[in-house]
């Protein structure tokens, strides 16, 4: 299978940016995605990109994406309690019958 | 965004028995997905669920273990057959839309076995 990697921890204060990373290993992905889990809950869908694009921003959120490196990162800037959750990175194949997970990052917020 | 309605939410079974998952969707969906997310840990893909035919199972899943149905498109359950402690587990159900390169999950079932 493939390997998608993540740091396990990151804390932050509330207010200031948070990166969190990730590396795959399989160029030939195609879409680069960002989940939200939250206690209890299911995935939530963050943000996706796609592997042609460099940077794609969507409110709060930047995605960046190394196709070189393979690496992908989510900065989330005022970083709130909130958003305290873990964040999977996932990567898909070709033709989306495949989809690879990350183990996640455990993101805490302190206020 | 997708509508996902997963039962049941959470479930406490004795060692043994059987625990049979539902995952209906609000529209039909071509692909249907279930995971296991063991605690602490990351997804694991268990199978894709085939509508009318035999589920398409991972390394280290067995159908007689997790047998799944797909009748339709908009619906599948999967049971978890003579449970141990093992199986104490969260399971997602997830779905991609014609068209779509996005997969959609479910709330997941929170399932402890004693």
């Known amino acids: 299978g493939e390997d998608v990697e993540q740091s396990l921890f990151l804390s932050v204060r509330e207010g200031d940016s948070s990166v969190i990373n990730c590396t795959y290993t399989d160029s030939s992905s195609t879409y680069l995605y960002w989940y939200k889990q939250e206690p209890g809950a299911g995935l939530q869908l963050l943000t996706y990109i796609f592997s042609n694009m460099d940077m794609k921003q969507d409110q709060r959120l930047t995605v960046l994406l190394n196709k070189k490196d393979k690496h992908l990162s989510l900065r989330i800037a005022d970083t709130q309690t909130g958003d305290s959750a873990i964040y999977f990175c996932?990567?898909?194949?070709?033709?989306?019958?495949?989809?690879?997970f990350g183990s996640g990052t455990k993101l805490n917020v302190k206020p | 965004s997708a509508v996902i309605s997963q039962k049941p939410s959470r479930d406490i079974c004795q060692r043994g028995t059987s625990l049979t998952i539902q995952c209906q969707v609000d529209s039909q969906v071509t692909m249907m997905f279930w995971y296991r997310q063991q605690p602490g840990q990351s997804l694991t893909l268990i199978a894709t669920a085939n509508q009318g035919s035999e589920a398409t199972y991972e390394s280290g899943f067995v159908i007689d273990k997790f047998p799944i149905s797909r009748p339709n498109l908009t619906f599948s359950t999967l049971t978890v057959s003579n449970m141990s402690p093992e199986d104490s587990s969260i399971y997602l159900c997830?779905?991609?839309?014609?068209?779509?390169?996005?997969?959609?999950f479910g709330a997941g079932t929170r399932l402890s076995v004693l």
């Open positions: 996932a990567e898909s194949m070709r033709n989306f019958n495949k989809f690879y």
């Open positions: 997830s779905v991609i839309y014609a068209g779509e390169n996005i997969q959609y």
